[in-house]
């Protein structure tokens, strides 16, 4: 998420259960679309913009490590 989105923190500055969007990480709808790419292709993810779990999934990096886990194919 750091590399992809070029972002001026380290990892360990980033609180797992902190939201993403805005007081958290402060990502936007572009980058957490440009999030959702990466993670598609690297953990062969099938992420739909129109599914309503995504505010969930999308909630928190653990939330997001959490689905990915149960749901990766690669």
Do not use: W
């Amino acid at each position: 998420m750091i590399e992809c989105l070029n972002l001026e923190v380290t990892a360990d500055q980033i609180a797992p259960d902190a939201p993403l969007y805005g007081e958290g990480l402060g990502l936007d709808s572009i980058d957490v679309l440009e999030v959702a790419l990466v993670v598609s292709k690297r953990y062969g993810l099938q992420l739909r913009t129109d599914s309503a779990d995504n505010q969930h999934i999308f909630s928190s990096l653990r939330s997001l490590s959490d689905y990915i886990a149960v749901q990766r194919t690669r």
